[in-house]
């Protein structure tokens, strides 16, 4: 096998996807990151952290607070990373046409009337998110570009979401404190998790995607 040349066919395979074309095998890997998705809405992981507050009476200013995380944001990254923004788009599109129509794959169900979910607006985010992380990273994958890439995600799905939430808060005449605790539930410290494992998630999927590649010939 020549190395050198397998090596520049690799150094190729970036997320813009210029030689990668629709085949029998790229639709295989599409599905398989649908069902990724799927699966990570579905996955918890249960951590306890600390959180700044008020001090209480022995002057302590942090208290634990527990946190039920869903690995999504890092799937779509890893995506985005993996396929790049044509291929990643679609398959998120392909999800959330799925859970709009057919199927119940979302956190609280599925159907048309998923749109008027407080937290839908996080999920319409992961189109441009998948977009602007795979662009970013398509010309470099280095981690200085990885950490942008990963903080621009980031923001785009949880600033999108939030708007979306207080959409619907004003639409259903919602309390502001209600609204507010939302924010703090669905973006507070879980947008650091988001950040801590979309990067790790955006690295792991470099081997993974080198893999996928041999093996699409």
Same mark, same amino acid.
């Given at each position: 096998?020549?190395?050198?040349?397998?090596?520049?066919?690799?150094?190729?395979?970036?997320?813009?996807?210029?030689?990668?074309?629709?085949?029998?095998?790229?639709?295989?890997?599409?599905?398989?990151?649908?069902?990724?998705?799927?699966?990570?809405?579905?996955?918890?992981?249960?951590?306890?952290?600390?959180?700044?507050?008020?001090?209480?009476?022995?002057?302590?200013?942090?208290?634990?607070?527990?946190?039920?995380?869903?690995?999504?944001?890092?799937?779509?990254?890893?995506?985005?990373?993996?396929?790049?923004?044509?291929?990643?788009?679609?398959?998120?599109?392909?999800? &959330? $046409? +799925?859970?709009?129509?057919?199927?119940? /794959?979302?956190? #609280?169900?599925? =159907?048309?009337?998923?749109?008027?979910?407080?937290?839908?607006?996080?999920?319409?985010?992961?189109?441009?998110?998948?977009?602007?992380?795979?662009?970013?990273?398509?010309?470099?994958?280095?981690?200085?570009?990885?950490?942008?890439?990963?903080?621009?995600?980031?923001?785009?799905?949880?600033?999108?979401?939030?708007?979306?939430?207080?959409?619907?808060?004003?639409?259903?005449?919602?309390?502001?404190?209600?609204?507010?605790?939302?924010?703090?539930?669905?973006?507070?410290?879980?947008?650091?998790?988001?950040?801590?494992?979309?990067?790790?998630? &955006? $690295? +792991?999927?470099?081997?993974?995607?080198? /893999?996928?590649? #041999?093996?699409? =010939?």
């Amino acid at each position: 096998m020549n190395t050198k040349r397998l090596k520049e066919e690799l150094d190729a395979f970036n997320a813009e996807n210029k030689k990668l074309k629709i085949t029998m095998g790229t639709l295989v890997v599409m599905g398989w990151c649908v069902f990724l998705i799927i699966i990570a809405t579905f996955t918890e992981f249960d951590f306890n952290h600390y959180f700044p507050c008020l001090p209480d009476a022995n002057g302590n200013f942090w208290k634990i607070r527990h946190c039920l995380y869903i690995p999504q944001v890092p799937v779509i990254f890893f995506i985005a990373a993996l396929i790049g923004k044509r291929f990643g788009t679609t398959a998120v599109s392909i999800y &959330i $046409l +799925l859970g709009l129509t057919f199927f119940p /794959i979302f956190a #609280l169900g599925g =159907g048309i009337k998923y749109i008027f979910e407080y937290n839908f607006g996080y999920i319409l985010a992961y189109l441009p998110a998948v977009f602007i992380v795979a662009f970013m990273l398509k010309d470099k994958f280095k981690y200085a570009t990885i950490f942008k890439a990963d903080l621009l995600g980031v923001l785009t799905i949880h600033t999108i979401g939030i708007f979306y939430l207080i959409l619907m808060a004003i639409i259903h005449q919602d309390l502001f404190s209600n609204v507010a605790g939302w924010i703090i539930m669905q973006s507070g410290t879980k947008m650091l998790y988001d950040f801590v494992f979309g990067y790790l998630a &955006i $690295l +792991l999927s470099k081997p993974i995607k080198q /893999i996928i590649w #041999l093996s699409m =010939g």
